[in-house]
């Protein structure tokens, strides 16, 4: 299991104890650090079932300052969120093939049945 996280962000914070609670070996990335390339993007993206510009944070600066009423194809979105992963909303959840965002935290616990 993965958690692409944000020590900053409570969400993160609250989802990652969910996860640490349950037992389950977990891998912590912190994706402001290390953030994921386009292929791994876009199978993060396949797994949770959505679009690139679904992720985006659109309350960020930047997204005020570079993207907002903007029209980007997927391929573009995938770009600037790799570009820019502080765009990226958060936490993200991987175990399998299966994802989930933690957005409530208590998401996640589908992805420990």
């Known amino acids: 299991m993965q958690i692409y996280h ?9 989802t990652l104890a969910i996860l640490e609670g ?7 990335i912190e994706y402001l650090k290390v953030p994921p390339n386009a292929k791994e993007l876009k199978s ?9 510009e679904q992720l985006v944070r659109k309350g960020e600066d930047i997204y005020k300052e570079k993207f907002k009423g903007k029209t980007l ?10 570009k ?12 399998g093939e299966r994802a989930v965002l933690g957005r409530p935290p208590e998401n996640v ?3 420990l049945k």
């Open 6 to 14: 944000n020590p900053r962000c409570a969400k993160s914070r609250e």
């Open 22 to 28: 349950s037992g389950q070996k977990i891998e912590i």
């Open 44 to 52: 993060i993206l396949e797994k949770l079932g959505m679009k690139a």
């Open 73 to 82: 194809s997927e391929s573009q979105w995938i770009e600037a969120l790799v």
């Open 84 to 95: 820019n992963p502080v765009l990226i909303e958060r936490p993200i959840v991987v175990r």
């Open 109 to 111: 616990k589908s992805l």
